[in-house]
């Protein structure tokens, strides 16, 4: 998707609503993770990160993140969903391992910041990082006598460099203030939650449910893989590979109409019905929007005849990014 729409304000950072964060330790946590999710992780070199699907037996999805792994430990960043069913899930399989988990997420606080060259504030170019992958780094916080620290990590949404930034809620206020005092301007959340849908990100608990199948996300080539052997949920995963298509997936549509009265809308197609229903919503401006939801795919035509219908009953365009 272009983000021509999307007005990326750069040099700028936001405060983000609170993001789960699970610090993975043991000896055993690289070999436990990579059995548990849907991506390759007992290769994956410290400094890296990668996108990943947590699922049941069945394949049904449980939580979705990145997995950051570290020389000391692992950690499992995402926008939260039930936290604590995936902490139950995770510790139900652990039997001789040596692997534990602690939630980090309501003593941390996040930030997202939007700049092609952020060496000013954090040390830390972006380009100097590959764009093709998930990467992050473990930084002093910049001015602190301290020696606090800022867990970063970089990642690419529909083309978009994006440094999402933890740090301990005891120091959020001096983080704010080093990047303002670099030159950085503070700004709302709305940019990061645009590209969230411009990049077709599901939350799980809103986009997507321990209803879904992982391939229905339709990020199979960033988060999950198919040659890296068995992990619990592969079967059925594989057999959908081998079928060749899932009969609906996560789409992003720009709709001509106010936000405000998206939420929940049906989408549909002319002579093909209903086709799911509005699970996100942003706004583009007064009378545009950006929506995403779980909706049929498998031999529709979705390039012309997309519309949504509203809270009131208004059939509004609807076409693909």
Not at 48 to 54: D, R, W
Not at 209 to 217: F, G, K, Q, S
Not at 290 to 319: E, F, K, P
Request: hydrophobic share 40%; net charge negative.
């Amino acid at each position: 998707m272009s983000t021509a729409l999307l007005n990326i304000p750069q040099n700028s950072f936001a405060r983000l609503a609170p993001l789960s964060r699970i610090r993975v330790s043991g000896n055993d946590r690289q070999r436990f993770l990579h059995n548990f999710c849907t991506n390759e992780v007992k290769l994956l070199p410290s400094g890296e990160a990668v996108e990943a699907f947590f699922v049941d037996v069945r394949s049904r999805v449980l939580a979705h993140g990145w997995i950051l792994a570290g020389d000391q430990n692992h950690e499992i960043w995402s926008i939260p969903g039930n936290e604590a069913a995936l902490l139950k899930h995770l510790q139900k399989y652990v039997i001789t391992e040596d692997v534990s988990f602690e939630s980090l997420s309501e003593s941390s606080v996040s930030f997202a910041i939007f700049s092609d060259d952020v060496a000013s504030p954090l040390s830390l170019p972006v380009d100097s990082w590959p764009r093709q992958n998930c990467h992050h780094r473990t930084l002093p916080l910049p001015g602190s006598p301290n020696s606090p620290v800022v867990h970063v990590l970089k990642i690419v949404w529909a083309g978009v460099n994006i440094l999402i930034c933890s740090v301990n809620k005891d120091h959020a206020a001096l983080f704010a203030k080093s990047l303002t005092s670099a030159g950085f301007s503070e700004t709302n959340d709305l940019s990061f939650r645009q590209l969230r849908l411009a990049e077709r990100w599901p939350v799980v608990g809103m986009d997507i449910t321990d209803d879904h199948l992982a391939p229905e996300a339709d990020r199979n080539s960033s988060a999950i893989s198919y040659r890296k052997g068995c992990y619990l949920g592969q079967e059925p995963i594989a057999r959908l590979d081998a079928m060749g298509h899932v009969n609906k997936s996560i789409r992003t549509l720009i709709v001509s109409g106010p936000a405000s009265l998206l939420a929940g809308a049906q989408v549909q197609r002319e002579g093909t019905g209903i086709l799911g229903t509005v699970s996100s919503v942003e706004p583009l401006g007064d009378s545009l929007a950006l929506v995403m939801g779980m909706i049929r795919t498998h031999g529709i035509n979705l390039a012309a005849g997309l519309s949504v219908v509203d809270q009131n009953g208004n059939t509004l365009q609807a076409s693909l990014p």
